[in-house]
Antibody, heavy 121, light 108 residues
Framework: EVQLLESGGGLVQPGGSLRLSCTASGFTFSRYAMSWVRQAPGKGLEWVSATSGSGDSTYYADSVKGRFTISRDNSKNTLNLQMNSLRAEDTAVYYC??????????????WGQGTLVTVSS | EIVLTQSPATLSLSPGERATLSCRASQSVSNYLAWYQQKPGQAPRLLIYDASNRATGIPARFSGSGSGTDFSLTISSLEPEDFAVYYCHQRRNWPPGSFGQGTKLEIK
């Protein structure tokens, strides 16, 4: 059974940094691209970032480009999202999701339960 | 940018009834459209991918159709657990793709 467990969320001041992690189990982690998707309170879904199975290819939404960095450690089955220069509008539940292929294609198959990031002074 | 517009915003039906949700794209997305179900406090769950393919473990009462710009998700006979918010998602221009704003399916 695929399991994804996000961690690292919390309260941070505007301009601050936070590092999210997603620990995966139940599948061969290195074979699949992974994405982060966020959901602001009471709002819809917004894709944030993706990476290929190897981590060599990375992609970002315009809203986070230059501030967020996605990475993965295939030896530890872990996906990370380093978030810098955080803004109030980054407040959301952040989900990690598996994709269906080695290269990122946008088919978001399995989702974790999410971790809440709150950016506020 | 491809914009997905879902309708209606809210759909009120009773268990046992048939539900039809719509998703319209601002330009063709071919068949690169998926549907997700989200219940309160839970993560989204993939229901349908590539317009008409049910994801693993999804009951047969869920079906998807359409291509190009007009798509629909049909639930043939509503079960109590089907009342949730449904999102469509296109990956034709991935990344970034785009999500619809959601349709809330509520109990009448």
């Amino acid at each position: 059974e695929v399991q994804l467990l996000e961690s690292g969320g919390g309260l941070v001041q505007p301009g601050g940094s936070l590092r999210l992690s997603c620990t995966a189990s139940g599948f061969t982690f290195s074979r699949y691209a992974m994405s982060w998707v966020r959901q602001a309170p009471g709002k819809g879904l917004e894709w944030v970032s993706a990476t290929s199975g190897s981590g060599d290819s990375t992609y970002y939404a315009d809203s986070v480009k230059g501030r967020f960095t996605i990475s993965r450690d295939n030896s530890k089955n872990t996906l990370n999202l380093q978030m810098n220069s955080l803004r109030a509008e980054d407040t959301a539940v952040y989900y990690c999701a598996t994709e269906n292929y080695y290269d990122s294609s946008g088919l978001l198959q399995h989702w974790g339960q999410g971790t809440l990031v709150t950016v506020s002074s | 940018e491809i914009v997905l517009t879902q309708s209606p915003a809210t759909l009120s039906l009773s268990p046992g009834e048939r539900a039809t949700l719509s998703c319209r794209a601002s330009q063709s997305v071919s068949n690169y459209l998926a549907w997700y179900q989200q219940k309160p406090g839970q993560a989204p769950r993939l229901l349908i991918y590539d317009a008409s393919n049910r994801a693993t473990g999804i009951p047969a009462r869920f079906s998807g159709s359409g291509s190009g710009t007009d798509f629909s998700l049909t639930i043939s006979s509503l079960e109590p657990e089907d009342f949730a918010v449904y999102y469509c998602h296109q990956r034709r221009n991935w990344p970034p793709g785009s999500f619809g704003q959601g349709t809330k399916l509520e109990i009448k």
